[in-house]
């Protein structure tokens, strides 16, 4: 297993909106029971599949990169974040659906890591600052999570769902809803395991493949990304 080829995911949203939790269920398939902050960065690890079931079936670890979510203006907080924004192949965006804020937040979180250099530190990014064009040649994968599904009444889901749905289109991503205290809701062979899975299958492609017609080619240069400038800090 130690061989295995590695892909780099960022897990990206604001404080509070369960991407420790939702790493936690992803790569343990458990339920966090007592989570706590990030400080910096945490990095867990999920074995995939890629094209299961295919012959062109192969195994890769999937490090999923947990940014602390303080969206604070202050520089050195977001200059010491982008040192983990280095060589992605993929992007989790996480939101609260109870949170309004939290959603208009991943427009920010998007660009900051995708576009580091070109967004003002303390500045709040909304759709309504958003064009779509400047990610028009962006081929890293995207994929917006919803968390605290069960928080929702379900009277009143179809409206939120329907305030959120713009999100998935704006990233051009497929969108996840869930509970993270509920593995049932990425169980094996649901379209929420499919969606992931999706996902997880063309962040490898991007990382390590091209397509030349029928054929797939491998990249020659397969470097491995170490956690060894990563620490692991939680509060107690």
């Not at 790569?27 to 902050?37: D, E, I, M, R, T």
């Not at 709040?124 to 599904?149: C, H, M, S, W």
Request: net charge neutral.
């Amino acid at each position: 297993m130690a061989s295995l080829d590695r892909v780099k995911v960022l897990v990206l949203g604001d404080s509070g909106v369960g991407k420790s939790s939702l790493v936690h269920l992803l790569c343990q398939n458990q339920v966090l029971g007592n989570p706590s902050w990030t400080v910096g960065c945490s990095v867990d690890v999920r074995v995939h599949d890629y094209k299961e079931g295919t012959p062109e079936e192969k195994t890769f670890y999937i490090e999923l990169w947990d940014v602390g979510g303080s969206v604070g203006g202050a520089s050195s907080v977001k200059s010491t974040r982008a040192v983990f924004f280095n060589s992605v192949n993929g992007i989790i965006l996480v939101h609260d659906l109870t949170n309004k804020k939290s959603s208009q937040n991943l427009y920010r979180w998007s660009l900051e890591a995708v576009n580091k250099d070109l967004v003002p530190s303390g500045v709040l990014v909304t759709n309504g600052d958003y064009d779509r064009e400047q990610f028009a040649e962006n081929q890293i994968p995207l994929l917006v999570i919803g968390t605290k599904l069960d928080q929702i009444h379900e009277a009143k889901r179809n409206e939120v769902l329907t305030r959120i749905a713009f999100l998935a289109e704006d990233f051009n991503a497929e969108e996840i809803n869930l509970d993270c205290t509920n593995p049932r809701y990425l169980a094996a062979g649901s379209s929420n395991a499919v969606k992931l899975s999706r996902f997880f299958d063309k962040v490898i492609e991007k990382r390590y493949f091209i397509r030349d017609g029928s054929q797939i080619v491998g990249f020659p240069d397969r470097k491995r990304f170490g956690a060894g400038i990563v620490k692991n800090l939680h509060y107690d």
